[in-house]
């Protein structure tokens, strides 16, 4: 069961894969948010065998929703498309802790999806 982690961005988007497993969570690639995303992200689905999508909720510091969930919940309407379950998970300073990795002009984005991935499949294989 591989699972698909994304940190929505307005201009990237982060995406991570699990393994085949669905244990362990990699940064795979930043893209652009343009017009060709959807066919980008619907690749990815078809070439890696995607069963499920995991997408991080952007909240505020009180814990409701932030300037960016509007944009995220939009796009998670787009990704339903593709008839893979989407899932939320809650993505508080994932973006932040990559770049103390990575740096400020590195790869964080798709590191912030890894990270939004990884809680997701621990919180999961918990269970």
Known sequence: ???????????????????????????????????????????????????????????????????LAAGIESFIRELEQFGVPVLKEKEFLTSVEARKFHGPKSRADASAAALILQRYLDRKNLI
């Open 1 to 67: 069961m591989k699972f698909l982690g994304i940190d929505y961005g307005t201009k990237r988007i982060g995406i991570a894969l699990s393994d085949e497993r669905g244990t362990l969570a990699f940064p795979k690639i930043i893209l652009e948010n343009n017009a060709s995303i959807l066919d980008k992200i619907k690749e990815i689905i078809q070439e890696e065998a995607v069963s499920n999508i995991v997408i991080g909720e952007s909240l505020d510091f009180k814990g409701r929703p932030n300037t």
